[in-house]
């Protein structure tokens, strides 16, 4: 079966129906364009392109990049590169853990670490779809606990002693990333504009009716 990102972002779907959850239309558009992108660089997703994807399609977070003097195109594009510059010839994207709905090893994949945390942030919120700004609350926390677990040390020294960072995403000091996350997070409290739900008809996304749910799961990497 050919792994593709409408097949992976309604694996997602499917999994959120299981806690009564659906997508804004702009937070389906950012997951969609982050498994486009790893999908066309054949390469498993990482955080990087949850930055930049959220960066590209969240005005928000735009207005709060711009108040810092900070090009959010710009920053998106730089991100991007990093990804690009990760790419290894020996990991796939349609071999390494694609799927949002993997039962095993949730916490070790930055995809469903990241969206169980948006979950999270979005029924702490009395809401009962996912928005854009949880997906970033939750990337954030999730970069921020990762460099803890990995006690990072930064070749940069001026991301050691700085607090994290857009910059510690990209891994070195960039101008167009000197944004701490606390800025960010003072920014989306400050912020009440609300996305669109999209309640989509079980038919519309259950691209499953085409494939055994079963063998969805069987295509992934799961190991204990």
């Not at 991100?79 to 390494?96: A, F, M, P």
């Not at 800025?183 to 996304?205: C, H």
């Amino acid at each position: 079966m050919k792994i593709t990102p409408s097949l992976v972002i309604a694996d997602l779907e499917e999994y959120l129906r299981l806690f009564h959850i659906s997508l804004s239309q702009q937070a389906r558009q950012t997951l969609l364009d982050v498994e486009e992108f790893a999908y066309k660089c054949d390469h498993p997703v990482n955080e990087n392109l949850f930055f930049s994807k959220i960066i590209r399609n969240y005005d928000t977070v735009q207005d709060i990049l711009l108040d810092k003097g900070i090009n959010p195109t710009l920053a998106a594009l730089i991100l991007e590169k990093r990804y690009y510059d990760t790419i290894e010839d020996e990991v796939r994207y349609r071999e390494e853990d694609f799927s949002y709905s993997q039962i095993y090893r949730r916490r070790a994949n930055p995809k469903t670490d990241i969206i169980d945390r948006a979950l999270e942030y979005c029924v702490l919120e009395n809401r009962n779809f996912i928005e854009n700004k949880d997906i970033l609350l939750a990337a954030m926390d999730y970069f921020e606990d990762s460099i803890d677990e990995e006690h990072s040390h930064w070749t940069d020294k001026t991301l050691e002693k700085s607090p994290v960072t857009l910059s510690h995403v990209y891994g070195q000091y960039n101008e167009n990333l000197w944004i701490k996350f606390e800025d960010i997070r003072k920014g989306l409290q400050n912020s009440k504009v609300p996305e669109d739900n999209i309640e989509l008809e079980r038919n519309d996304i259950n691209i499953f009716l085409h494939y055994e749910h079963e063998e969805l799961h069987n295509s992934s990497t799961h190991t204990a």
